[in-house]
């Protein structure tokens, strides 16, 4: 039978989110909100994989509920709630601990960039997070995934768990009238939008990202207008003018970085960017990003302040959306115990 199509993600209120999060994965999630089922999730339990302040964490929970919805995540269309709520996501967690290969996350590059040199002194749970991620998505049997480009390999993992428990149990799985064997589908990932990396503003080379020491590498979407203005001005360039074509910025991450921001804010292509700018000093576009930027972010931000200021109206729009994120899950986390051989009530 075939799985009835649902989206699943989620971000981590590890810090303020920032453009890439956005042109990465929020404009796609909200575009799939006409279309599909969608439950957004505040992935706390990944959090703290790494230390976090317990009152910095709370605060960043909100902050990031907020940002769904500044962004255009409608609560009452979507299912929006923080994970550590519903506690099937950490019960399929476990089994799934219990179905992945340490060989399978041996492999697992983002594990290598965030553990660093100090590997021994990692948490499990960073190790282990693709699994709490794939369960994530499989506790609702979500078939879509809208994510930014680094995700894709954890996207992988959660298909080769899906598959492993299919295949695993599959007797059980038919016992139970999954006729075709299949209880969880093989989730597909959903990496479309107009920017799916964006790269760090001092580093055309690295991905922008939260944890990145330097906040001049990242435009966060509560930064204010003149904080963007100065990152943009500050963004990292190469002492050529802009090609007039896409082939003039091989080899120039940075230049390629701010035009694709360019494009992505602008909703055009690289092409017509590059047509306009080409042969130009960055100095002039510049100022021509740092103002589409304002335009764009500025109202975002101050949204997510108007939010953020009522903390009480945020906990109940994540409690509602918990409650009806669990009912989806208890069915499905009931019948995952019958088939591996728990007794329940
Ligand atoms: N630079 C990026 N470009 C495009 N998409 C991005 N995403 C993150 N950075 C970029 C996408 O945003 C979603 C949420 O990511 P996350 O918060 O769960 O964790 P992350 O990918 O690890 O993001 P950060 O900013 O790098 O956080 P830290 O520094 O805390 O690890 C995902 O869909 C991701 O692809």
Redesign the pocket.
Known sequence: MPFEERVF????P??S?????Y????LQWIELQKTHQCIYCV?DM??IT?WQEPAELRQAIRKVTAAYMAAGLDPKTSILFNQSQVAAHAELAWVFNCIARLGWLNRMT?FKE?AGKDRENASVGLFAYPNLMAADILVYKATHV??????KQHLELARDIAGKFNNDYNTEIRARGFDDGEFFPLPEPVIT?P??????LRDGTK??????PSDLS?INLTDDADTIAKKVRKAKTDPEPLPSEAAGLQGRPEAENLIGIFAALSGSSKDTVLAEYGGRQFSEFKANLAELSVAKLGPLGAEINRLTSDPAEIDKILADGAARAAAIAAPIMGDVKDIVGFIRS
Do not use: C, E, F, Y
Request: aromatic share 0%; net charge positive; no cysteine.
């Open positions: 993600s989620g971000m981590q590890t810090g989110l920032h453009l890439g999060n042109l990465g994965a929020m992935v990944h959090a790494v983002q965030k809208p994510v930014g480009d680094d995700q939008g920017a799916t990396r964006v790269m760090s991905k922008m990202s939260k944890s990145d990242r």
